[in-house]
Each structure stands twice: as structure tokens, then as C-alpha cells.
């Protein structure tokens, strides 16, 4: 959207905060909303609380972070944005006269270490327009200015501090929901109509505070976009990064990530670079860790999620080649079958069934390609037809869809992030990713006509529908069947075979 093409309007208050906002093409937008603020302004890894209505708007900037891993899909918009340890932000998209409409709050992914929701490409004017809802995207604290504090004991945050993970992303989250849920009517939004939404880490946000007893009641159904099978950190886990990351910081061995408080952004992301860097190839270095309140050491039990969940509908989605964004940078010739055999048997308790599913669906493909359909089945696609089923055992309807639409880029398939640009259906804002180039406007427009209806249906209802208004059926253990979302048309499909993925 062209910010030199909007209309500034009257001020919207809301509390004690009067809000500037601007009209294009009848939908109302408020940029830089403050959700929040330290509760301490002197320690960088304080919790937040409420903003003061004196500052209740801030210009765009995004959480310190290093350029994103998969750039060589999306683009440069991320990185080039400024960046701010205040980015507290939140925007908000409503259609002209709104009144007590459905809300859509958007959490962007990003790995837990980078990402934002005011970058361009999430932009909500047109799914406000066309869906009749409120459109909110909202930022978060990133790696380990969110995910590192709390080890050790005190250090130079005084003796109240707590040891162990706070979680500070979840919670910026959690405080962002608050402010939405008190305050979104005097945007036109319906705060008891929440739908909340998340990709990639910003859905594993979204599914855990799905049951988490402190978000009950600030939203009532969840959409999750590419949802990670990923355990949050154990207690040795933790400390082990947190470890690596003191040492990296120069703090010696034991010291309190505290000490953090004393460097700059800077160094704080080269420290944050160590440890991922010491954990590549074996998972994330940097994530969310198990601390008994917002995020449980049982978090990736589904049949426990489910059953804990305070949502009245579910929406899972997934695209046919997840990781072929992440096995980008290992050349193909540097995958062999010694390599994927290695894989499926560690991660498939039946390796031989896992195999021959893959083969068959891959006939002559490189193990590269094999490698990348292993780890898309095990990390997303197998675990969203889990959750669904124990989602339906718990009595919470479930829509299971699939992104089947392919890049034109060169290895890329249907790679994690490729359905966003057709989810927002803004293309514009994303005429600099790579994954785009080359892909057929007139493909692209159908494709993003069929897709947007999905969700915006599920928002309004809890319902996902076609662009003529019919539901789409709702996932049945009985009979799984997901709903696809190909390029030359949309519907039911069969799911995979049960491989049972090791867990």
C-alpha cells in the first residue's frame, strides 16, 4: 500500500490514547500502534507492561536482527528496515465504518531469531476490505532478547530475578492480546470474535498459547500456517545455549545472560550468532524453552495440547515442500542414499514404510529431493494431520489444508513462506522476492482468490469457504482427508499414510 496515496483522518481514541490513522481505498489504517513497555526502561529483558497513552504510536522499526535465512526466498524487505529494541508495535487494518467485526491478529514467523509484522509484505488492507474484518499484525521480541533471560540466578537484575526461561516473545504476545482484547472495539473490531493466526514460529506462538490458561478468553479459534514440530527446550537445553551464549558474550562460564544489559545490539546478535551457528545441523540454537507457565515441557504432545485447548476451532495448514526453504544452502550432490537413509531412520520408526512412501512419491528424484520430502513430512505435514485428529478427539472442529502451488525458482517446490504472498494477496509488496519471480500473474490471482476465502471464512465463523461460500468439510479421523490448494484448482485430497514419525 502507498503511504503517499492515503488520507490522514481524525483521530481514533481509544483509552486515554488518541490514535493518528489514514484511509485508502475504504480501509482505515493505524500504523505503529504501542502495545506495550518495559516495566523496567534501564533492562533490556524486563516483561512489559501497558503503554503510556502520552506515546501511543511509534514510527515502523523491527526487533534487532540479522538478515533472515531465507532471504534468498523473500527478499530484502526485512533487512531493510530499521531496527529498534522498542519495537513494540502493532498495525491495524479496518474497512471504513467498521463496527464490531471479526478480528484477525496475524503473528509473523521467522525462525524465533527474526521476522516482523509491520514489514510490507503483511500488509491487511485487503483482507480487511474483502473478508469484513479487523486486520492486526503484530511485532515480538526476537532470539535472545527474548528467549535468554532469566539463567543463573540474578546478575545485574537484582535479586528478584528469577532463574530459568521467561519467555519474553510469548509474553510481548500475550501483552499485545491483552491490549487488542481491551482495546480493538474502538477500531471496529469484536473482541469476544478473535480469530488468532500465526506462521511458521508465530504459529508455534499461536498453538501454545492456544492452551495456555493466561490467553483463555483474548481469542476463540486459532489458524496456524506452517506449525513447526518442535519440543520446546528441556531445562539442560537451555542452560547449554545459555551456556554458549555467556561464553560468546565474553561472560565466563555460569554468568547470568544479565550481562547482556551491558552490550550493545550488536554484539548481543554476534553472541546469538555463536550459538546457532554451534548447533547447525542438529535443530535450532536459539528457541523457546519449557518453563512451566506459558510454554510446558509437554507442549508438543498434542493429545495433551488438545485436550487444554481453549479455542472452539482449528485451522491447519502446511505447503507439499516445507524444507526445500531450509536444505537450499546443502548441495544436492552432498545428499546421497547413505545420508537419507540416515535421516528416515532416525526420525521414522518405520524406516522401510517411510522409505517406500517416499520413492514412490519421488520416482527418480535426487536424494536431495527425497531428503527434503523426509523433512517436510516430519516436521510439518505428519504432525498437522496428528493435531487435527487429536484436535477432533478433543471436540474441537479442524480444517486441514495444503499449499500444493509450486515456485518457478529452481529447487524451491512449494517451500515454507510460499503461501503467504497469496494468503495477503498482495503481490506488490512482494515484487522483490525471489520465490515470485517468474510465477504467472494471471496463476498467481486465481491461486490467491481461492485461498484468501479459506481463512477469511474461518475467521468470520470458524468455517473455512470457498470463494462461492460453501465450507469446506472439517478433518474426520475416520476418513482423513485434507483440502489442497493447487494451481489449476482447489479440493479434497488424500493425506499421508500414518509413518509415524519418531517423537
Not at 442 to 465: I, K, T, Y
Request: with cysteine; hydrophobic share 45%.
Amino acid at each position: 500500500m502507498s503511504a503517499a496515496a492515503t488520507q490522514p483522518l481524525a483521530g481514533i481514541p481509544a483509552g486515554e490514547a488518541l490514535y493518528k490513522a489514514e484511509m485508502l481505498d475504504g480501509v482505515v489504517s493505524v500504523r505503529g500502534v504501542r502495545y506495550g513497555e518495559r516495566l523496567d526502561p534501564l533492562d533490556r529483558f524486563s516483561a512489559l507492561g501497558d503503554p503510556s497513552p502520552q506515546r501511543p504510536q511509534a514510527p515502523a522499526t523491527v526487533f534487532p536482527q540479522a538478515p533472515g535465512s531465507l532471504d534468498w526466498l523473500l527478499g530484502p524487505a526485512l533487512s531493510r528496515m530499521p531496527q529498534d529494541e522498542d519495537s513494540f508495535l502493532l498495525d491495524i487494518w479496518a474497512p471504513e465504518g467498521a463496527k464490531e467485526l471479526p478480528v484477525l491478529v496475524f503473528l509473523p514467523g521467522g525462525a524465533f531469531i527474526s521476522g516482523a509484522g509491520n514489514v510490507r509484505w503483511y500488509d491487511g488492507s485487503r483482507l480487511a476490505r474483502e473478508g469484513g474484518a479487523v486486520v492486526v499484525t503484530v511485532n515480538y521480541r526476537l532470539g535472545a532478547f527474548g528467549l535468554l533471560d532469566g539463567v543463573g540466578g540474578a546478575g545485574d537484575r537484582g535479586t528478584s530475578a528469577q532463574p530459568g526461561p521467561r519467555n519474553l516473545a510469548a509474553g510481548d504476545i500475550l501483552q499485545a492480546l491483552s491490549w487488542i482484547h481491551r482495546n480493538i472495539a474502538a477500531f471496529g473490531g469484536d473482541p469476544g470474535a478473535t480469530a488468532l493466526a500465526g506462521h511458521s514460529a508465530g504459529a508455534w506462538y499461536a498453538y501454545v498459547l492456544s492452551f495456555a490458561e493466561q490467553a483463555r478468553g483474548l481469542f476463540n479459534r486459532t489458524a496456524l500456517f506452517s506449525l513447526p514440530w518442535q519440543p520446546p527446550l528441556n531445562e539442560a537445553e537451555f542452560a547449554a545455549r545459555s551456556g554458549l551464549f555467556a561464553a560468546a558474550l565474553g561472560a565466563g562460564a555460569g554468568a547470568d545472560v544479565g550481562v547482556g544489559n551491558g552490550r550493545n545490539a550488536e554484539e548481543i546478535l554476534a553472541a546469538q550468532a555463536a550459538v546457532s551457528k554451534a548447533y547447525a545441523g542438529r535443530g535450532l540454537g536459539l528457541m523457546p524453552a519449557a518453563d512451566g507457565e506459558l510454554v510446558p515441557s509437554w507442549a508438543m504432545d498434542f493429545e495433551s495440547a488438545a485436550a487444554a485447548m481453549h479455542v472452539d476451532a482449528l485451522l491447519l495448514s502446511s505447503t507439499d515442500d516445507e524444507a526445500a526453504a531450509f536444505l537450499n544452502a546443502l548441495p544436492v550432490q552432498a545428499v546421497g542414499p547413505q545420508q537419507l537413509a540416515g535421516f528416515v531412520g532416525a526420525h521414522f520408526e518405520a524406516a522401510a514404510e517411510a522409505t517406500t512412501f517416499i520413492e514412490e512419491r519421488h520416482p527418480g528424484a535426487t536424494d536431495h529431493a527425497k531428503l527434503v520430502e523426509a523433512m517436510s513430512l516430519h516436521q510439518f505435514r505428519l504432525s498437522a494431520t496428528e493435531l487435527a485428529g487429536r484436535a477432533d478427539r478433543a471436540g474441537i472442529p479442524t480444517t486441514l489444508l495444503r499449499f500444493s502451488v509450486r515456485s518457478r525458482l529452481d529447487g524451491a517446490g512449494s517451500p515454507h513462506c510460499f503461501e503467504l504472498p497469496f494468503l495477503f494477496g498482495n503481490r506488490p509488496d512482494w515484487q522483490d522476492a525471489p520465490m515470485l519471480d517468474g510465477f504467472p500473474t494471471e496463476v498467481f490471482d486465481d491461486v490467491s482468490d481461492r485461498l484468501r476465502p479459506l481463512l477469511l471464512g474461518f475467521v468470520a465463523d470458524g468455517v473455512a469457504r470457498t470463494p462461492e461460500g460453501q465450507s469446506v468439510p472439517g478433518f474426520d479421523p475416520t476418513r482423513p482427508a485434507l483440502y489442497s490448494v493447487g494451481e489449476t484448482g482447489s479440493g479434497t485430497a488424500v493425506v499421508e499414510p500414518e509413518l509415524r514419525p519418531r517423537r
